[in-house]
């Protein structure tokens, strides 16, 4: 599933041929993704885009009608091609520029998302959201005020999204051994120390992964479009049996709320 990092890349990467420019059409050929797309965009015609946004993984394009709420899922994609590019089996969306240039979005497992809204202040999708991870809001005092009497694993704490959006799966574990912290530690049992430590990373560690992903925004304009999120730099995600970068400790995992989690039994030690 893309992550935070990512659908920021894309958005980098899209918004150039966005910005400025006027929709002459949206065309939808699979309408059943994770919800109904919203009929409203069919409708818009000749409407000029203002700015574009994210919202935790949500783009948004901003129009002089309203705004358009695009979501990735787990496996989708957008990208810059010409007016006259082929359409492949899971071309399910096309936002028509006058600039000669389309935004196609292509979803395998159709478990995004294209909806619309006329006001984000009362989007329903947004009103239960916690503050952006790089945001002034997100900050010590509220992460230890949020984590008063939640006697849920730390990293279960970490994902959800009424806490802090963005955080995913592979940044909770880059985070957590980054910070010498189990992820089955209680969150209840977080100090103010390991709360400053730990938004510190997190605003580190998605800030290096954005950075990272700048590298790669030409690839929204390779030759078949595609852009292909970019190589990261991860110290124990997907690295099982593999030697601690700090102590060469096998890196172990376990399951928790039904993702594998990775960390170090002896740099994060369950306390």
């Excluded at 006058?98 to 984000?120: C, I, M, Q, V």
Aim: some cysteine; glycine content about 8%.
């Amino acid at each position: 599933m893309p992550e935070l990092p990512e659908v920021e890349t894309a958005l980098r990467g899209v918004s150039p041929y966005l910005k400025g420019f006027t929709i002459e059409k949206i065309v939808v050929r699979q309408p059943q993704l994770r919800w109904v797309v919203s009929p409203e965009l069919t409708t818009l015609k000749n409407v000029k885009i203002l700015n574009t946004s994210r919202r935790a993984k949500y783009l948004i394009i901003h129009t002089e009608k309203g705004y358009i709420i695009g979501h990735l899922g787990m496996s989708g994609s957008v990208r810059i091609v010409p007016h006259d590019s082929p359409i492949d089996k899971h071309d399910h969306l096309d936002i028509v520029m006058n600039n000669g240039k389309l935004l196609r979005y292509n979803d395998p497992r159709r478990f995004g998302a294209w909806l619309w809204t006329e006001n984000l202040d009362d989007f329903h999708l947004f009103l239960k959201l916690g503050p952006e991870p790089l945001s002034d809001e997100f900050n010590a005092e509220y992460l230890f005020k949020k984590s008063r009497k939640k006697s849920t694993a730390l990293k279960t704490f970490l994902m959800d999204n009424a806490v802090v959006v963005g955080v995913g799966n592979i940044y909770a574990n880059e985070t957590l051994f980054l910070c010498g912290l189990h992820p089955m530690k209680l969150a209840e049992n977080l100090t103010r120390n390991q709360c400053a430590l730990l938004v510190e990373t997190i605003k580190n560690v998605l800030a290096k992964a954005i950075t990272q992903g700048g590298t790669t925004l030409k690839d929204f304009l390779q030759p078949d479009g595609r852009p292909g999120y970019f190589e990261q730099e991860l110290l124990v995600y997907g690295n099982k049996d593999k030697p601690c970068p700090k102590c060469g400790t096998k890196i172990e995992s376990i399951i928790i709320g039904q993702r594998n989690s990775f960390y170090c039994p002896h740099c994060q030690k369950k306390k």
